[in-house]
């Protein structure tokens, strides 16, 4: 059975408990039990290279010793021992030395997990199909990558999940433009289900890890933080899939709840790739941990405020952020006036609306923006959906070769040699200043569409509509005559 088989069987049995209703409790029950199987995988490979290394999970909860076994527990002792025992003991693991904090990824990722299902039985036929993938092999662990990133899709349709999935094409383009390396600082502030840190791991291993020193340096400078529970632990069983030995760094936090001055000197990092939520409003008072001039509900202007700080000086960021902040006043325009003295913002990408659907369809653009350094100029390149194609959708989404011409054009690292194309333009920071920091600026080379003199087109109005009338009248007349028959 192929693992995308194996995962839709899995989906079926969940589907005749009772106790699970809907796609975000299939998912979050798929997924810790999937973190189980996983992380047992990963101690067993780690025992045999480390004697000394010790499972961060206690022996009676490993996988191997309470579910491996096919003709194992079942029914109401399985139901029992899951929820009275399973569940407690790994919620309240305490961390202590020589596991790498490995205890501490397990106690956060059931922090908040729940057993949905309720008949024990059915809990048993999950288990034992998951106990048929072998994540120490390496093309069960890529098959089941792909299973992954469909896992990810259905949450768009669980509630409001989709303002934590950025399309694969956006963040490994933005990866790439920023072009991360082994030992960099990167940080995703609001990192939802991880898929900015498997891009960069993934970019990293390809281009710059040649040795497990480069490895482990990759993995030592990795930061995260995702608020919501079931996407935290989707991101660290991302983590644990992607080879990561030590998911920690993924906190289960709200980056905003910290206040805005505590972020110390040492905690400024090198890279921010992120997508932040937006169209949202935080919780009462997180607002008040910001400055004054940059206080508001919107998180994705809190989130640029912080991003801004937190950089070091020379430091690289991307960020997706909405239409709203480019033309936005009050905060908005304090924020880009700050956002322009302190960093180089060189590029904004321009993306068409449909490039999030079918989830959102909204205006979004990608800013990169360097730390250090005033704004000198600004450019923008303008991001058309292909040929023959009027907008991205989910059969057919935004794929990375669709923004080669941008990479084409862009200038390599130092961005030399742009040049002002039919899609891009550069605008002065005096012209952006001059217009109170609107960054909405449309592109120059468009020539605007020729919808015909307004005269004519009132007029063909007003004869198509006298039309209209004229055949409702008709309509009128042989209903009136078939019902006097």
Known sequence: MSVRSLVKSIQDI????????????????????????????????LELLDAKYQSPIPPRFQWRNW????????GDELLAFVNDELFPSLKNLIPIGGTKDRRRIVSDVFE??????????????????????????????????DIYEQILNDLQSAGNAGEYYTPRAVTAFMVDRIDPRPGETLFDPACGTGGFLTCAIRHMRDRYVKRPEDEQTMQGALRAVEKKQLP???????????????????????????????????????????NPPFG???????????PQHFRTRETADLFLALIIRLLKPGGRAAVVLP???????????????????????????????????????????????????????????EHRVPEG?????????????????CIDWWGGAERQGRQETTRAWKVSADDVKARGYNLDIKNPHTVADDHGNPETLLADLNAAEARASSLRDQLRAILAEAVAR
Request: some cysteine; glycine content about 6%; charged content about 25%.
């Open 14 to 45: 969940m589907r005749k408990d009772t106790g699970v209703d809907g796609d975000a409790q299939r998912i979050s029950q798929l997924c810790w039990m999937f973190f189980l199987k996983i992380i047992d995988d990963q101690d067993q490979e």
């Open 232 to 274: 935290h632990m989707l991101c660290v069983t991302n983590m644990l899939l992607h080879g990561i030995e030590d998911a920690s760094f993924v906190r289960h936090d709200n980056t905003l709840a910290r206040p805005y001055i505590s972020w110390e000197q040492k905690e400024r990092v090198e890279i921010v790739l992120t």
């Open 389 to 405: 194609q009027k907008a991205y959708s989910m059969t057919k989404p935004i794929r990375f070769e669709h923004l080669k011409e």
């Open 323 to 381: 239409d709203g902040t480019l033309f936005g006043e009050g905060v908005k325009t304090r924020l880009k006036e700050h956002l322009m003295e302190e960093c180089n913002l060189h590029t904004i990408v321009r993306l068409p609306n449909s490039v999030f659907k079918p989830y959102a369809s909204i205006g979004t653009n990608l800013l990169f923006f360097e730390k250090g350094e005033p704004t000198k100029d600004v450019w923008f390149w």
């Open 112 to 145: 908040d997990a729940y057993n949905y299902m309720k008949s024990g039985q059915l809990i048993r036929q999950v288990i034992n199909k998951i106990s048929g993938v072998d994540f120490n092999n390496l093309a069960d662990r890529q098959h089941f990558g």
């Open 67 to 74: 579910a491996a076994d096919p003709e194992g527990m079942t």
């Open 280 to 290: 949202g409003r935080e919780e009462d008072g997180i607002e008040s941990n910001f």
